[in-house]
Every structure is written in C-alpha cells, then in structure tokens.
C-alpha cells in the first residue's frame, strides 16, 4: 500500500504543479494552454542545468527561471497584443516539441532519451533528515506541490491580491474603472505559472526519474489543462483531479506488471481523465437545465 501511495504522489506532483499555474491564469482571464510546453521546456532546462552545475538545485532554479521566460511567448502576444491565446498557446507548445528536441541533440550530442552517471537527481526526503514512512520515499518538490495547492488556496480567498485578480478574471472592466492594472496583473498570472510549470519540469525530469527523453511531459500538461477546467477557481477540486490521474497512471503501471499490455496501462490514466470531464460536464448542464 505505502508503495502504491508513494506512486500515485510522485505521479501527482508534476501535473498538480502545471495544474495550479493554469488556474492562476484562468483565475487572471487568461486560458491557458500552453502548460505540456512548458512542462516539457522545464523537463529540459532542469536536466541542463543540473548536468552543467553538477547540482540538481540549480536545475531546479535553472528550470523555474527559464520557464518563467519562456512564459513570455505566451504573456506578450495575449496580454500586450491581446491575440487570441490558445491559437498562441498552441504555437509554444509546437515549440516547445522542437525545440527541446533540436538542442538536445546540439547540446547533449543524442536523440531519444539523455541519462548521464553525471546527472544529479533531486535527493529523497530521506536523504534531508524529513522521511514520511507512509508516503515512501519522495523528492522534496512532491510535498512542495501539495503546500503550493494550499498556499494558493489560501491567498485567492483571504488576501487582497488574490481577491483582486480573481476580480479581474471576472470583470476586466470593472476592476480597471477603479484603477487596478489588468495588464500587469495577467502578465504575473501567466510568468507564475510559468514558474509553476518549471517546478512540475524539474520535478518530472529531476525527482520522478533522473533523465530527459523527447515529449517526456506526455500529455500531462493536456491532464493540467483539463484539472483547470474541472476545478474554475477551487484549487483542492483542481487537486482531486489531478490525484486521479496520479492513482490511474500508479495503477496502470502495477496492471503492466501483471500482464496488461503497456499500450493499454499508458492509455488508462487519460481515459479516466477524459471520462472524469465528461462526468463532470454533464452534471453541471444538467444543473444548468434544472
């Protein structure tokens, strides 16, 4: 059961991360779609920088502050230049796919997948002195994303700035007749979740597993995206969902040891995915209806 559970959490981390910068960008106005780009470009930079420095907190660094850049693809067409951002998002994540691909074989000499006895991964709690024997054995960044779920919770309902941005979210106009800057409050939603997405990379790439493979991020930014759209403003719903997927990918993996086919145990997390948005979208027009 501890090994089952230390699963789920560790497969949890990286989309619950994603997840909670894509509803710090609903909340702002903003839809974003470009999180499994920027998952993925946080996966890379992480690995880069840990294999330059020898030291995988600065890979985490090094992913959180790249990502944010990258972020910026996103942030000045759609907020500056107002274009349509999911049509924006699209393009970074095409982008991301490509590039990611192009400079890891420029710069670690390789295609496929880059795994080096050199690579310094994330070390476990254990390792710090902070164990959890019910959770099994964990980077530092699980139990991050999971304080990050509450911490978010927390500022969009009790403190000023999150109660403004919430208000930008739903009604620009309003908020910018009473003086609050709408620009400058979407553009810190989207570098934030930017930063968030950099997180989840380096959690995917530095605690998960210690390597990087081309599209490692696998659609869990798409498994983010639907969270957003499940949970609207309530991070721990957005939580949920996200544990859902974590329990469906722990899940297909012990199914693949026993003899299900790896096509169906790597399929299995999205479908539950996919049918918990079906679920949940029927039931909120059914409320409509009523």
């Not at 840990?50 to 910026?72: E, H, K, N, P």
């Not at 998002?89 to 400079?103: E, I, K, R, Y």
């Not at 902070?130 to 959770?135: G, T």
């Not at 979740?193 to 380096?202: I, K, P, T, V």
């Given at each position: 059961?501890?090994?089952?559970?230390?699963?789920v959490?560790?497969?949890?981390?990286?989309?619950?991360?994603?997840?909670l910068?894509?509803?710090?960008?609903?909340?702002?106005?903003?839809?974003n779609?470009?999180?499994?780009?920027?998952?993925?470009?946080g996966?890379?930079?992480?690995?880069?920088?840990?294999?330059?420095?020898?030291?995988?907190?600065?890979?985490?660094?090094?992913?959180?502050?790249?990502?944010?850049?990258?972020?910026?693809?996103?942030?000045?067409?759609?907020?500056?230049?107002?274009?349509d951002?999911?049509?924006?998002?699209?393009?970074?994540?095409l982008?991301?796919?490509?590039?990611?691909?192009?400079?890891?074989?420029?710069?670690?000499?390789?295609?496929?997948?880059?795994?080096?006895?050199?690579?310094?991964?994330?070390?476990?709690?254990a390792?710090?002195?902070?164990d959890?024997?019910v959770?099994?054995?964990q980077?530092?960044?699980?139990?991050?994303?999971f304080?990050?779920?509450?911490?978010?919770?927390w500022?969009?309902g009790?403190?000023?700035?999150?109660?403004?941005?919430?208000?930008i979210g739903?009604?620009?106009?309003?908020?910018?007749?009473?003086?609050l800057?709408?620009?400058?409050?979407?553009?810190?939603?989207v570098l934030?979740?930017?930063?968030?997405?950099?997180?989840?990379?380096a959690?995917?790439?530095?605690g998960?597993?210690?390597?990087?493979?081309?599209?490692?991020?696998?659609?869990?930014?798409?498994?983010?995206?639907v969270a957003?759209?499940?949970?609207?403003?309530?991070?721990?719903?957005g939580?949920?969902?996200?544990?859902?997927?974590?329990?469906?990918?722990?899940?297909?993996?012990?199914?693949?040891g026993?003899?299900?086919?790896?096509?169906?145990?790597?399929?299995?997390?999205?479908?539950?995915?996919?049918l918990?948005?079906?679920v949940?979208?029927?039931?909120?027009?059914?409320e409509?209806?009523a």
């Amino acid at each position: 059961m501890t090994t089952f559970l230390a699963a789920v959490l560790t497969a949890t981390a990286p989309v619950v991360l994603a997840a909670l910068g894509g509803l710090l960008c609903s909340v702002s106005g903003v839809f974003n779609m470009a999180l499994e780009g920027q998952l993925l470009w946080g996966a890379f930079t992480a690995v880069l920088f840990s294999q330059l420095t020898g030291s995988a907190w600065l890979g985490v660094a090094g992913a959180v502050l790249c990502t944010t850049l990258y972020a910026l693809l996103l942030s000045v067409p759609a907020v500056t230049f107002r274009a349509d951002p999911v049509v924006v998002a699209v393009g970074t994540n095409l982008l991301a796919l490509g590039l990611t691909a192009f400079l890891m074989r420029q710069i670690f000499g390789s295609g496929g997948t880059f795994s080096s006895p050199d690579l310094a991964g994330l070390p476990a709690l254990a390792a710090l002195g902070l164990d959890v024997p019910v959770a099994g054995p964990q980077s530092p960044l699980v139990p991050v994303a999971f304080l990050l779920v509450a911490a978010m919770a927390w500022w969009l309902g009790r403190t000023r700035s999150g109660l403004r941005l919430r208000g930008i979210g739903q009604h620009a106009e309003a908020a910018e007749s009473i003086g609050l800057r709408v620009p400058l409050y979407r553009h810190a939603a989207v570098l934030g979740a930017g930063a968030l997405c950099g997180l989840g990379g380096a959690q995917l790439a530095l605690g998960n597993v210690t390597l990087f493979s081309e599209g490692m991020s696998a659609g869990r930014g798409w498994v983010a995206v639907v969270a957003v759209m499940l949970a609207g403003s309530r991070p721990w719903l957005g939580l949920g969902a996200c544990l859902l997927f974590g329990a469906a990918e722990a899940l297909g993996f012990r199914l693949q040891g026993l003899g299900l086919p790896q096509q169906a145990a790597d399929a299995a997390p999205y479908l539950i995915t996919l049918l918990a948005l079906v679920v949940v979208a029927a039931a909120r027009r059914r409320e409509a209806l009523a």
